[in-house]
């Protein structure tokens, strides 16, 4: 059984910056793709950003530049950094990592953005 655990949220005022980390329980190459989603409140899940096999990258559009997702083999982990936080980026981020047309899901790990 595929297991993500996800840590390195928390409360940060506007214009901080956090490394959500999510750590596979599994080779995360076994993975088609990896990334990151995050569901505000009352609102719908959302991609944020994704890596694939290749290391191909991609971003929601307006988190481009301020989100970097990245990969580490050995430690069987992916990253995402979040530069100069915004009261919107308020959320809990979830790490997904996808085989076929399977999606595993961590538990999330709540971002809360506000002075």
């Known amino acids: 059984q595929v297991q993500l655990v996800e840590s390195g949220g928390g409360l940060v005022q506007p214009g901080g910056s956090l490394r959500l980390t999510c750590a596979a329980s599994e080779n995360i190459f076994m993975f088609n793709t990896m990334g990151w989603y995050r569901q505000a409140p009352g609102k719908e899940r959302e991609l944020v950003a994704t890596?694939?096999?290749?290391?191909?990258?991609h971003y929601k559009d307006n988190v481009q530049g301020r989100f970097t997702i990245s990969r580490d083999g050995a430690k069987k982990t992916i990253y995402l950094q979040i530069l100069d936080l915004e009261p919107e980026d308020t959320a809990v981020y979830y790490c997904?990592?996808?085989?076929?047309?399977?999606?595993?899901w961590g538990q999330g790990t709540q971002v809360t953005v506000s002075s």
């Open positions: 890596i694939n096999l290749s290391g191909l990258t």
């Open positions: 997904c990592a996808t085989v076929l047309s399977k999606y595993y």
